[in-house]
């Protein structure tokens, strides 16, 4: 069993720059894919961007390729989203997501362990 609490969201104008976190309880978190979604009001929940258990691997949705990037701590049981050059399209409700496996996974099916996700607002 893995608990997932996110933090970082907030208020930040567009061009502007935000770092999200995503702790992980347990003791076995570097066997842990992970990933990060959104959900804006009225759209399906979306993937953002995922990092495999040992950090070599990482994919990016192409809307957030090239201003977004995951990375994890595994010391600290800790993953990462720093997001740059923002736009108020990236506005949502971001979530952490985990699942043990070896690789980054893109689908909301893949994950079991959801956090309860952190507001982030960009305003134009």
């Known amino acids: 069993q893995v608990q997932l609490v996110e933090s970082g969201g907030g208020l930040v104008q567009a061009g502007g720059s935000l770092r999200l976190s995503c702790a992980a309880s347990?003791?076995?978190?570097?066997?842990?894919?992970m990933g990060w979604f959104r959900q804006a009001p009225g759209k399906e929940r979306e993937f953002v961007a995922a990092?495999?258990?040992?950090?070599?691997?990482?994919t990016y949705a192409d809307s957030v390729k090239g201003r977004f990037t995951i990375s994890r701590d595994n010391s600290k049981n800790t993953v990462y989203l720093q997001m740059n050059k923002m736009k108020p399209e990236d506005t949502a409700v971001y979530y952490c997501?985990?699942?043990?496996?070896?690789?980054?996974?893109?689908?909301?099916?893949?994950?079991?362990?959801w956090g309860q996700g952190t507001q982030v607002t960009v305003s134009s």
């Open positions: 990092i495999s258990w040992s950090g070599g691997s990482t």
């Open positions: 997501a985990a699942r043990r496996g070896s690789r980054s996974y893109v689908n909301t099916y893949e994950y079991a362990y």
């Open positions: 347990g003791r076995t978190f570097s066997s842990y894919a």
